[in-house]
């Protein structure tokens, strides 16, 4: 396979392979330099407004991955998975978040502050005078999903297997992790590494509906 152009076969031979990995080879370590592309993955991922309303803390110390096991019932690849990453949102995003922001895009772009106040002025106003049914939090956790899929399908076409998860006790995780104090919350956890060859899920049949039946074409 190409490392740099996939066909569109090739994409879709990669989607295919992809499967909700339950048993990871402990043994088995992401080379560095293909982590530092699933890291980007994440840094380089979309958001609302480009808000960014997240923190990825990717869990290394073996101790605590194992600590976590308990509140991930039982679900033994937070620990033996390569990596672990714990994706979150940042608590009650607000107009401060706003403006860290708009200063980051001043010295990436190269553009004076105050040319992006009309920019910074209608973020804000969302956040502050949102619609009825809007709520903070479950706006930056639909971000983190975005998030989360970048990394899954760019691991995938990587031949890293992932195992996305909310099978897990969000307060538990955030208490061990210290993260109320740091202003995260747990949203989803996904393991990362290589499968075992007896992972009996690897080689089943994808079950999903029919195309005709998920996808509406409207001319």
């Known amino acids: 396979m190409n490392a740099t152009t996939f066909s569109p076969q090739e994409v879709l031979k990669q989607l295919q392979w992809r499967y909700a990995t339950k048993e990871f080879d402990s043994g088995k370590k992401i ?16 958001s609302s407004f480009g808000v960014q309303p997240w923190k990825f803390f990717v869990i290394r110390n073996p101790e605590i991955r194992h600590q976590l ?22 608590e009650d995003v607000n107009s401060e978040d706003v403006d860290i922001y708009l200063q980051r895009m001043s010295e990436v772009r190269n553009t004076p502050v105050e040319k992006l106040q009309g920019l910074g002025d ?5 956040l502050q005078q949102p619609p009825n049914t809007f709520d903070k939090d479950t706006w930056s956790a639909k971000q983190v999903y975005i998030a989360l899929g970048f990394f899954m399908t760019c691991a995938a076409m990587l031949e890293i297997d992932t195992c996305p998860m909310e099978g897990f006790d969000p307060a538990k995780y955030d208490e061990v992790l210290g993260l109320k104090d740091k202003g995260y919350h747990t949203v989803v956890v996904c ?3 290589y499968r075992v060859p007896s992972d009996k899920y690897a080689n089943m049949a994808k079950v999903r509906f029919e195309t005709e039946d998920v996808l509406e074409y409207v001319d």
């Not at 209608?122 to 969302?126: A, E, L, N």
């Open 31 to 46: 080379p560095e330099d293909v982590w530092k592309v699933l890291e980007q993955s994440l840094v380089l991922a979309p």
């Open 122 to 126: 209608m973020v804000k106003g969302f």
């Open 69 to 90: 096991v308990e509140h991930s019932w039982g679900q033994k690849q937070v620990e033996e998975a390569s990596h672990l990453v714990v994706l979150t949102i940042k």
């Open 191 to 193: 393991p990362a590494g």
